[in-house]
């Protein structure tokens, strides 16, 4: 069994660094378009895992052999994770500027070099690039941009061309739902209204046999948090809604069955009162939230049990409007009532602030934005399909990047891809006023910041990474270097573009990681060490 140990500087530095390294340069073989591949051995004795996502080969990887140098890969394995949930893509870069900043800050470290003034002029440093990344943005102007931000990611054409067209028509907000089909298939669906996981109650209530749905136009909306069974519960309410000149019902609760149904049922195949009733299919939680968001969007009051109101005491004030609700199996989709459009707006920015204070690592935040996404009609769904199991998860997981990713370009804009845009602040980072220690952070930093751009022209084969970039600098500003291509070009005029966000999270989070490892005097193992799935 392992004996407890604590390890001081100097030894903390080199062990330290080894499992940074150890890590770093498994996943430097990702970055760019001629990205290599890791071979994970299966821990159930089946076959090898190849994999190109370095947030997955980050995750696969639980701890190195040697204690001392564990810490280390553990350390980048999460501000790796970190960078996957923030942005999906760049995770790689991260990892290669963490790298590289710890390289040049461990050398003056190791020259007497105070760290934690190494660390101030890294973060000056770090405040100048960013500032330099926003003044070279460019808005993203149309599709077209945004494809090419989709296919530098994924390096897949058609899923970058859905990809492109979906983040264009529905905005940085959107919520893309990624389908797996078990055959070569490509589709994209857009849904108007917000979406809800339900089961339409009867197959009766179904009015187009050809997609089984439940379509109704105009209806009365009820909203019941709780169990729907007794005649007695829905007689007042039917009663209401018949009242009007075109009577049409939508009832939305926990659960709708027993005699409460069969009168549902009848009175729609009589055309009494056409109806939609669904029932809410997620935990208990969510089920709540589903009700706020469907109350938001249609104008109806949400029946409680837990506060003394029933189904039975519903009043004509407690129903809300829909212009449209279709049903079936599996989910309800709601077009809410445009006189509501306040009541939905206060409900987004509310959600809003809340997903403003949130980590990204926090469970609650997915949730959060699906429920910002489906309040604004900004849901869609995309169908991605192929052969075999590999090919479809890692065409899901190059999705996936994609959608994390284009909102960031979207909102912050684009700039030259490849490495360029990291290479085009080193002046701005340069011009960094500061003196003796801090000044050497600085320097740190405008060295690491070629790392990136050497890293992909080596993935793509030169033996000379320096001459390469030479050559780009001489062609000035928005230069860089093709790799599919091999040759130097305009990135921008090329297509080869980079979200401004993903490139900014990307450096924050390498100097955030690598300033931890360089202010780290000490190191506690246990005696016990828990082992840790999630990074």
Known sequence: MPTPAVLHTPQ???????????????????LGPTQGHVLSQSNSGGSPELLSDSATIARRLLALPQRSEDVGAMLLRNLVWRMHLKAGDG?????????????????????GANAVLLERGLKKATLAAVEALHQMAQPVEDEEELISVAESISAEPELSLLLGEMFDILGPEAYIIIEDYVAPYFERIYQEGGRWNSRLASPYLITNPARKTADLAHGRIALFAGPVSELEQIQPLLMLVAQNKDPKLVLIAHEIKGTALSVLVANHQQKKVRTIAAALRRPANKRRTDFEDLAALTGAAVLTPEAGRSLAGITAADLGTARRVEADAEQVIVVGDPQQAAAVREQIETLQARTAGLPPEDDELEELRFRLARLSGQVATLKIGAHTKFARDVLHQKADKCRRALPLALREGVVPGGGVAYLDCIPA???????????????????????????????????????????????????GYDAMQGHIVDM????????????????????????????????????????????
Not at 12 to 30: C, E, I, N, P, S
Not at 448 to 461: C, H, K, M, Q, S
Not at 511 to 533: C, F, N, Q, W, Y
């Open 12 to 30: 903390v530095d080199l062990h330290l660094k080894r499992g940074f390294d150890a890590l770093a340069r498994t996943l430097a073989v990702t």
């Open 91 to 111: 995770c790689a870069t991260a990892a290669v500027l963490a790298q590289a900043i710890l390289d040049e800050a461990y050398r003056y470290k190791a020259a």
């Open 429 to 479: 980072v340069k011009a960094v006023a500061s003196d003796g220690e801090e000044a050497w952070g600085v320097n740190i930093l405008a060295r690491a910041l070629e790392a990136p751009f050497r890293r992909i022209v080596a993935n793509a084969g030169v033996d000379s990474p320096s001459a390469v970039l030479a050559q780009t600098r001489r062609r000035g500003p928005g230069a």
């Open 492 to 535: 921008a005029g090329a297509g080869i573009l980079d979200a401004v966000g993903v490139l900014r999270l990307a450096l924050q989070t390498a100097v955030s990681g690598a300033a931890m490892a360089l202010t780290t005097d000490t190191i506690v193992h246990k005696r016990r060490p828990e082992t840790s799935m999630e990074p």
